[in-house]
C-alpha cells in the first residue's frame, strides 16, 4: 500500500507532556493521524499521514445516526534501546476484520493496518513515553460516512488512526479494583454485538457504569442476558477467577469480547504448566467460593488496564472482599510476565513482539 507521508510543521506540533505520571487515559493526542477512505468503485484508497485535526463530516453521515462504526486498540512501547515495540498488533487487525464483517463494513488487509499503524507510530515515534508502565495507545477506528439517512450499510468509510500518551487506565494504578454486578443492564445478548468492538457496545454501558460510579465502585461485571446468572465480562475487561489451582475465565461464547490480553494470559499460564479453563462460571459458584474460601483472586484483563486485580465483589447488595482486597501474586506474576515481554525485557519467546519504524 502507498502512504503519502505530510508530517506537521514545527509550528503545527503540541508541546509533549512534561509529566507522565500525570498522563492518565484517552486524554492527549499526538501530532499525527492516518486517514483512508473506502469506496465501492474505488475501494481503499488514499492512504495518508497528516497532522492531527478535526475531521469535517456530512450531519448525514450513516455513523451519527445508526452508528456503523467500529475500533481496536493497541499499544506502542518504548523497548530497550529505544526500540518501539508493538504487542500482536496482528491479532487486533484480525479482530478489525471480524468486526467489520459483523458491522458490514469493508475489511483491511491485515498487512495493510500494519503498515499504516508502522507508518503512523514512526512519525510519532517521539511521543512515545519512555517511564515502565506508560505507552503510546493506538485507536484504529472506521465509520459510515455515506450520507443518507435509509437504513443499510454505507457504501462510504473512514479508517483513521489516532495515537496518544497513557498511563494507567485506572487512576490508582495498579491497585484492585471494587466492581458491582450488574443486576439489571445486560452488555450483549448472544447472536448481539458483544464479540465485536464497536462503539455500541460500550454506549449499551454507559448508564450502568455511570450507576455503579455513583455507588463508589470502578466498573461492572456483565452477566449473560437470558438468567443473568453466568458471567461475561467486566466493562473494559475480560474476567478471570482462580478456584483453587485452577484459572478460569468464561469462554467465547458470542457474547464476550476475544481480548489480546484475555488470549495471551491463557497461552502464558498453559505454558507455565497451570490448570486453566475456559468454561462457564455462575455467580452462585463465584459466591459461595468466596465463602468457603476457595476463590483465591479475581482479575481482568485488557489492553487499556493491562491486569486488574479485582478486590471487591458487590452482589445483590452484599459487599465480599477477595484475597483480602489486595493484589494477588497470580495477576502479579502474570502483570510482570506480559509487561516484560511487551516492554521487551523479558525474552519474546512467542513472537508476539512487532518492532516497528
Ligand atoms: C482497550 O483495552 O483497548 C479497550 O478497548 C478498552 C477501551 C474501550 C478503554
Not at 43 to 59: L, T
Amino acid at each position: 500500500m502507498e502512504i503519502a507521508c505530510h508530517l506537521a510543521a514545527p509550528a503545527q506540533r503540541k508541546p509533549k507532556p512534561a509529566d507522565d505520571s500525570a498522563l492518565g487515559f484517552g486524554k492527549i493526542f499526538s501530532d499525527h493521524m492516518f486517514l483512508m477512505e473506502y469506496s465501492l468503485e474505488r475501494g481503499w484508497h488514499d492512504a495518508r499521514v497528516v497532522p492531527y485535526a478535526a475531521i469535517p463530516m456530512d450531519p448525514a453521515s450513516m455513523v451519527l445516526h445508526y452508528g456503523q462504526e467500529i475500533f481496536e486498540g493497541l499499544k506502542a512501547y518504548r523497548g530497550k534501546g529505544g526500540a518501539i515495540c508493538l504487542f500482536r498488533p496482528l491479532m487486533n487487525f484480525e479482530r478489525m476484520n471480524r468486526s467489520a464483517d459483523r458491522l458490514c463494513l469493508p475489511g483491511i488487509p491485515v498487512e495493510d493496518q500494519l503498515q499504516a499503524v508502522d507508518a503512523l507510530v514512526s512519525a510519532d515515534k517521539d511521543w512515545i513515553p519512555a517511564t515502565r508502565g506508560t505507552s503510546l495507545y493506538v485507536r484504529p477506528t472506521m465509520i459510515a460516512t455515506e450520507a443518507g439517512l435509509g437504513v443499510r450499510p454505507s457504501t462510504e468509510c473512514l479508517f483513521f488512526i489516532i495515537t496518544g500518551p497513557v498511563g494507567n487506565y485506572y487512576a490508582r494504578g495498579f491497585e484492585p479494583v471494587r466492581i458491582l454486578v450488574e443486576q439489571r443492564f445486560v452488555r450483549a445478548a448472544k447472536g448481539g454485538l458483544g464479540e465485536a468492538k464497536t462503539g455500541a457496545n460500550y454506549a449499551a454501558s454507559l448508564l450502568a457504569a455511570k450507576k455503579a460510579k455513583e455507588k463508589g465502585f470502578d466498573q461492572v461485571l456483565w452477566l449473560d442476558a437470558g438468567r443473568l446468572e453466568q458471567v461475561e465480562e467486566v466493562g473494559t475487561m475480560n474476567i478471570f477467577f482462580v478456584f483453587g489451582d485452577e484459572l478460569v475465565t468464561p469462554p467465547l461464547s458470542g457474547s464476550i469480547l476475544p481480548g489480546v490480553t484475555r488470549d495471551s494470559v491463557l497461552r502464558i499460564a498453559r505454558d507455565w504448566g497451570w490448570s486453566v479453563s475456559e468454561r462457564p462460571v455462575g455467580m452462585g459458584q463465584v459466591i459461595q467460593a468466596i465463602q468457603d474460601g476457595s476463590l483465591r483472586e479475581a482479575f481482568g484483563t485488557g489492553t487499556a488496564a493491562v491486569i486488574s486485580p479485582v478486590g471487591t465483589l458487590s452482589y445483590k447488595g452484599k459487599e465480599y472482599n477477595i484475597n483480602g482486597g489486595r493484589i494477588g501474586e497470580i495477576a502479579r506474576k502474570l502483570f510482570d510476565e506480559i509487561t516484560g515481554i511487551q516492554y521487551g525485557e523479558i525474552m519474546d519467546r512467542y513472537g508476539w513482539v512487532h518492532q516497528a519504524g
